[in-house]
């Protein structure tokens, strides 16, 4: 059946801006003035694939809208994008707390409301998708669950412009880290997934925090830490693989107790999250970015030295230090 979508705003004209976005789009939507309209209209059988839903109603605002619709067994899982004129990083953070999938800012750019409408029905279609393969377990889908969580990792990395395929080489170097640390066949598997997963919480952290070419400020960084406990929150709620949650939440960690979001320190931290770690710094430092290109392999592996056992495992770290320095042509990087 063809996705279609609701738009919920008091204001005529920016509904009659979206009727004219979607129609040029081809993209079926349902229009109300009011929250309180949308959810007698929802009865448990009508399902939209998204919600656009303005903050500042008369009837009631759309943080206690987003609250009684989650309170509809049928409609807790259909994303949520907020509407707001707004552009303070106080609503922003109530929004994605209370379960928003993103904001986007009022008047309506075409383009970007269609962009970030699409992407986040793929989003949340392929996380769904994630969870029932999961949840049947059987031999024959095994690989169509690899599948899945592979293309979940493209699509989390797809939010962020200067990423590719970031997730899928943070997976193979924590695996080869496992592997050389001497861990079963069944833990590197597992770490590999948890690779593929461990940014899934950038799902919930808005893409003008996430694109912004500029240093952030201390509210937006507060922001995008929260992608750790986001991205373990999600994890979680598969209770048949809880261990997948790890990766995402303390890959943000450091061994002198100084990272985020916990705070946890040695071997307080998660061994897999420890080499996940290691994992994600050495993409980050070998990969593009809008301001610099991939850093010469001596400074990548000086630094690996310089933060062993305060912001890595050293025994970690010099594992990644041994497959520096085995890598003479400098190919285990973003080519």
Known sequence: MEDWIIIVDDDATNLKVANHIFNEAKMRARYFKSGL???EYLDGTKMPALILLDIHMPDVDGFEVLRRLREKEAYQKV????????????????GLDAGAADFIKKPFAAEVLLLRVRNTISLFRLQNDMEHALKVKTEQLSHVYLQIVKAMSMAIDAKDTYTNGHSSRVAEYAR?????????????????????????GKIGVSDAI??????????????????????????????????????????HERFDGKGYPDGLSGEQIPEMARMIAVADTYDAMTSRRSY???????VVKAEFQKCRGTQFDPHFADIMIQMIEEDTEYQMREL
């Open 210 to 251: 996430i694109n912004k070419p500029a240093k952030l400020t201390d509210e937006e960084y507060e922001i995008i830490k929260k992608h750790s406990e986001i991205g373990a929150q999600i994890l979680q709620s598969i209770s048949e693989f809880p261990e997948l949650s790890i990766g995402a939440r303390w890959h």
């Open 176 to 200: 080869m880290i496992a592997t050389r640390a001497g861990c079963s066949e069944t833990i590197q598997d597992q770490i590999y997934i948890m690779g593929l997963l461990h940014d899934m």
């Open 292 to 298: 610099r290109d991939a850093l010469p392999q001596a």
């Open 37 to 39: 309209d949308m959810l």
């Open 79 to 94: 994303p949520v994008i907020f509407l707001t004129a707004d552009d303070d990083m106080v609503t922003e953070k109530k």
